[in-house]
């Protein structure tokens, strides 16, 4: 079969209706005759007022019954009877109708015999073996003695057939066999459901475009998907909303679904990639201040290959240039399914280089392992060396100002992400955890109280946490508030100026310059209220308020205190590439031409 339907019943419940046909001919449904109690006048032109009289009896007129201007007397009847025997009363007929319009507002009143219920005598089914009949009689809320509601009989046997997928049978049917009514006493009717449970299939292999690049097993990972198992929970909507979950696809088709004889399935799934790259920038204004007599431009090159060689591997390359001659190189690879396991390994490369005050390098391995629901156990192992630089070697308080440095660290965390948008989230969670702790061993030149030169070298323990939160809810139409926060602490018996962490920039304290504070505690909240343009562009109103604790250094104290920060900003999403603009402010500005300015381009390769 070239498609899937995922749930076949025939005939429909609906078609029970039919089978009572002979039951709904003997109950002597008449026409319905219509007896005026006034003479007509114009009620077309007047407001109608609906009135139902069951047995007798006054009845409120049924909500899901809607009415018609009175030519249409018999359609709206026979909707009248069509709600009644939803509840069961197959015997309801339609006695008469009146029409006063010398009242104001004029009525309609309608006559309906409603008769007895039609109940549930016997209810069997036939032809389980992969779930047995008391496990199906469970999940049916359609019991022996109630009324036969068509409706709930027929979201009865959905409920069966999803049973049926979750047992690797998708290709289930169910077929009302037989509906027997017996008039001895109340009317019941005797049902009987057949299923033809197919065969229980396994999943043969996953087909993919032939210019496609992704590889089927890249494809079967994404797609929750094993090679030889039995294909069970096949849901086609939830495996294609999955796939178009992941960046690496620009569009996804509709998986189709074909059966071998021997029972293997072969998934074909049309995708279409997205870019293979992008190579991204962001300029940044700082205007003079205190210590800048003029204003200056920083800003970052960013290169991302992602994709590579069709298995979700990835590769950056990034270039930033800070204030006061700071370079920063990164370069980061990751394979996200090693082995063809829910396993992710990487391996990262990160150069600074502060002016001429020293130099950092940090060779770093990580990897995690995916337990499914966007939780993800990750473990880090990293060697960081710092090397002073001319400037780093001078005195300072009796000190080398920058010792030279080796620290091994190693650490776990977890990652857990579940969104709705990747590029652009409506609501979900996403939170990164990361701790880890090592030894650095370093040496330095002190003078001594006798003005002698020593060389001094020790080793210390030292412990680092690190945690991102974001959490998306959506207000109103296309309007979102993101809440989060970002911190790093660094726990040591002492501290070195490259030990410390920066706060300020582009993607962090965005009303600040990059790298304005400095710390072994830094921490930023974040309330963005965004308005959703389309599904990758909005605009945004943002507050930053940062913490920063400094510990006593070199020759000044220990500092602590909080930094707010606020502004705008828009992310597009263009015929060129994305596109994004942020202008935020401090309380320490003194005038809104002060603000600081960033500007973003992404342009897929």
């Given at each position: 079969m070239s498609g899937h339907r995922r749930h076949v019943v025939y005939p429909t419940v609906g078609a029970v209706l039919l089978v009572l046909a002979g039951l709904l001919g003997s109950g002597g449904i008449q026409p319905a005759a219509a007896q005026t109690a006034a003479a007509r006048s114009s009620p077309e032109t007047a407001e109608m007022q609906w009135q139902l009289v069951l047995g007798g009896k006054r009845a409120a007129w049924p909500d899901t019954v809607s009415t018609a201007p009175i030519e249409n007397l018999p359609s709206v009847g026979q909707r009248v009877l069509r709600h009644l025997r939803q509840q069961g009363y197959y015997y309801a007929t339609l006695d008469s109708a009146t029409v006063d319009t010398s009242a104001t507002p004029p009525f309609v009143r309608l006559y309906v015999h409603r008769g007895p219920q039609v109940r549930i005598g016997t209810l069997r089914i036939e032809g389980d073996s992969a779930v047995s009949a008391d496990e199906l009689r469970a999940l049916m809320e359609t019991e022996e003695g109630d009324p036969l509601r068509p409706a709930r009989l027929e979201a009865d046997i959905q409920a069966l057939l999803d049973r049926y997928e979750r047992a690797g049978r998708p290709l289930a049917q169910i077929r009302v066999a037989e509906t027997r009514l017996s008039t001895e006493g109340m009317p019941t009717l005797r049902v009987t459901l057949r299923i033809n449970e197919g065969p229980a299939l396994w999943l043969k292999r996953i087909e993919v475009p032939d210019d496609a690049r992704t590889s089927p097993e890249l494809l079967a990972h994404l797609a929750d998907l094993e090679m030889g198992a039995p294909l069970r929970d096949y849901d086609p909507k939830a495996l294609r909303r999955r796939l178009e979950a992941h960046e690496m696809?620009?569009?996804?088709?509709?998986?189709?679904?074909?059966?071998?004889?021997?029972?293997?399935?072969?998934?074909?799934?049309?995708?279409?990639?997205?870019?293979?790259?992008?190579?991204?920038?962001?300029?940044?204004?700082?205007?003079?201040?205190?210590?800048?007599?003029?204003?200056?431009?920083?800003?970052?090159?960013?290169?991302?290959?992602?994709?590579?060689?069709?298995?979700?591997?990835?590769?950056?390359f990034t270039l930033d240039r800070r204030p006061g001659r700071t370079s920063i190189f990164d370069v980061s690879l990751s394979d996200p399914y090693l082995f063809g396991l829910p396993l992710r390994v990487g391996g990262h490369f990160r150069g600074e280089q502060r002016d001429s005050t020293y130099g950092e390098r940090v060779y770093a391995l990580n990897g995690g392992y995916r337990l499914g629901n966007g939780l993800e156990l990750t473990a880090t192992l990293s060697r960081e060396v710092v090397r002073p630089g001319p400037a780093g070697t001078q005195f300072l308080d009796n000190?080398?100002?920058?010792?030279?440095?080796?620290?091994?660290?190693?650490?776990?965390?977890?990652?857990?992400?579940?969104?709705?948008?990747?590029?652009?989230?409506?609501?979900g969670l996403s939170v990164d955890i990361q701790f880890s702790q090592g030894r650095k061993e370093r040496r330095l030149r002190r003078i001594t109280?006798?003005?002698?030169?020593?060389?001094?070298?020790?080793?210390?323990?030292?412990?680092?946490?690190?945690?991102?939160?974001?959490?998306?809810?959506?207000?109103?139409?296309?309007?979102?508030?993101?809440?989060?926060?970002?911190?790093?602490?660094?726990?040591?018996?002492?501290?070195?100026?490259?030990?410390?962490?920066?706060?300020?920039?582009?993607?962090?304290?965005?009303g600040y310059d990059e790298d304005r504070?400095?710390?072994?505690?830094?921490?930023?909240?974040?309330?963005?209220?965004?308005?959703?343009?389309?599904?990758?562009?909005?605009?945004?109103?943002?507050?930053?308020?940062?913490?920063?604790?400094?510990?006593?250094?070199?020759?000044?104290?220990?500092?602590?205190?909080?930094?707010?920060?606020?502004?705008?900003?828009?992310?597009?999403?263009?015929?060129?590439?994305?596109i994004s603009a942020t202008y935020a402010l401090n309380p320490e500005v003194q005038s809104p031409a002060n603000g600081r300015v960033h500007l973003g381009l992404s342009v897929g390769l």
């Amino acid at each position: 079969m070239s498609g899937h339907r995922r749930h076949v019943v025939y005939p429909t419940v609906g078609a029970v209706l039919l089978v009572l046909a002979g039951l709904l001919g003997s109950g002597g449904i008449q026409p319905a005759a219509a007896q005026t109690a006034a003479a007509r006048s114009s009620p077309e032109t007047a407001e109608m007022q609906w009135q139902l009289v069951l047995g007798g009896k006054r009845a409120a007129w049924p909500d899901t019954v809607s009415t018609a201007p009175i030519e249409n007397l018999p359609s709206v009847g026979q909707r009248v009877l069509r709600h009644l025997r939803q509840q069961g009363y197959y015997y309801a007929t339609l006695d008469s109708a009146t029409v006063d319009t010398s009242a104001t507002p004029p009525f309609v009143r309608l006559y309906v015999h409603r008769g007895p219920q039609v109940r549930i005598g016997t209810l069997r089914i036939e032809g389980d073996s992969a779930v047995s009949a008391d496990e199906l009689r469970a999940l049916m809320e359609t019991e022996e003695g109630d009324p036969l509601r068509p409706a709930r009989l027929e979201a009865d046997i959905q409920a069966l057939l999803d049973r049926y997928e979750r047992a690797g049978r998708p290709l289930a049917q169910i077929r009302v066999a037989e509906t027997r009514l017996s008039t001895e006493g109340m009317p019941t009717l005797r049902v009987t459901l057949r299923i033809n449970e197919g065969p229980a299939l396994w999943l043969k292999r996953i087909e993919v475009p032939d210019d496609a690049r992704t590889s089927p097993e890249l494809l079967a990972h994404l797609a929750d998907l094993e090679m030889g198992a039995p294909l069970r929970d096949y849901d086609p909507k939830a495996l294609r909303r999955r796939l178009e979950a992941h960046e690496m696809f620009q569009a996804v088709g509709a998986p189709q679904l074909r059966v071998a004889a021997d029972g293997g399935t072969v998934v074909r799934i049309p995708v279409e990639e997205a870019a293979p790259g992008a190579f991204d920038f962001v300029l940044g204004y700082l205007p003079p201040s205190q210590t800048r007599d003029s204003g200056q431009l920083v800003g970052t090159g960013h290169l991302l290959l992602k994709h590579l060689f069709g298995g979700g591997r990835t590769a950056e390359f990034t270039l930033d240039r800070r204030p006061g001659r700071t370079s920063i190189f990164d370069v980061s690879l990751s394979d996200p399914y090693l082995f063809g396991l829910p396993l992710r390994v990487g391996g990262h490369f990160r150069g600074e280089q502060r002016d001429s005050t020293y130099g950092e390098r940090v060779y770093a391995l990580n990897g995690g392992y995916r337990l499914g629901n966007g939780l993800e156990l990750t473990a880090t192992l990293s060697r960081e060396v710092v090397r002073p630089g001319p400037a780093g070697t001078q005195f300072l308080d009796n000190r080398q100002q920058i010792p030279r440095s080796t620290t091994l660290f190693y650490g776990a965390g977890v990652r857990y992400e579940q969104v709705d948008r990747p590029q652009n989230p409506r609501r979900g969670l996403s939170v990164d955890i990361q701790f880890s702790q090592g030894r650095k061993e370093r040496r330095l030149r002190r003078i001594t109280a006798t003005g002698d030169t020593t060389r001094i070298s020790d080793s210390f323990r030292q412990e680092r946490l690190q945690g991102r939160v974001r959490a998306y809810l959506p207000l109103f139409d296309r309007q979102v508030l993101a809440v989060g926060g970002d911190g790093s602490v660094l726990l040591s018996r002492d501290y070195d100026r490259s030990d410390l962490f920066r706060l300020g920039g582009a993607t962090s304290l965005r009303g600040y310059d990059e790298d304005r504070f400095l710390g072994n505690v830094v921490a930023r909240g974040l309330v963005e209220y965004r308005l959703q343009l389309d599904r990758a562009s909005y605009a945004h109103a943002f507050i930053d308020l940062g913490y920063v604790a400094r510990p006593a250094l070199e020759a000044t104290s220990a500092t602590q205190g909080w930094h707010p920060g606020y502004g705008l900003g828009v992310r597009l999403q263009t015929a060129i590439g994305r596109i994004s603009a942020t202008y935020a402010l401090n309380p320490e500005v003194q005038s809104p031409a002060n603000g600081r300015v960033h500007l973003g381009l992404s342009v897929g390769l």
